[in-house]
Nanobody, 119 residues
């Protein structure tokens, strides 16, 4: 299974970016698709989570500014980031909790995508 994330870049404070992460491979079902981020010298933190049933969870620092969603096929997850702040600068990683075609539980990570917010 592969997770490919893209959409990062350099943006001014107050601006917006949309990240995408597409999953492909031997997937039977997806339980959660999530975005994490890691800033230099800091631990990786949960940004947003989307369950199979559609429930969402957001980190306190992004509530009201970021929105997680997915496409109709359920294999691409998006993170719409609005009102970006310099403290949102980090490498963003997508994460998927799923069952593969052998019905084995799996967790996979995509490659990171850099988001830099200039003040």
């Amino acid at each position: 299974v592969q997770l490919q994330a893209f959409g990062g870049g350099l943006v001014q404070a107050g601006g917006s970016l949309r990240l995408s992460c597409a999953a492909s491979g031997s997937i039977f079902s997806i339980n959660y698709m999530r975005w994490y981020r890691q800033a230099p010298g800091q631990q990786r933190e949960l940004v947003a989570s989307l369950s199979r049933g559609g429930s969402t969870v957001y980190g306190d620092s992004v509530k009201g500014r970021f929105t997680i969603s997915r496409d109709n096929a359920g294999k691409t997850v998006y993170l719409q980031m609005n009102s970006l702040k310099s403290e949102d600068t980090a490498v963003y990683y997508c994460n998927m909790v799923y069952m593969d075609t052998y019905r084995s539980p799996r967790v996979d990570w995509g490659q990171g995508t850099q988001v830099t917010v200039s003040s």
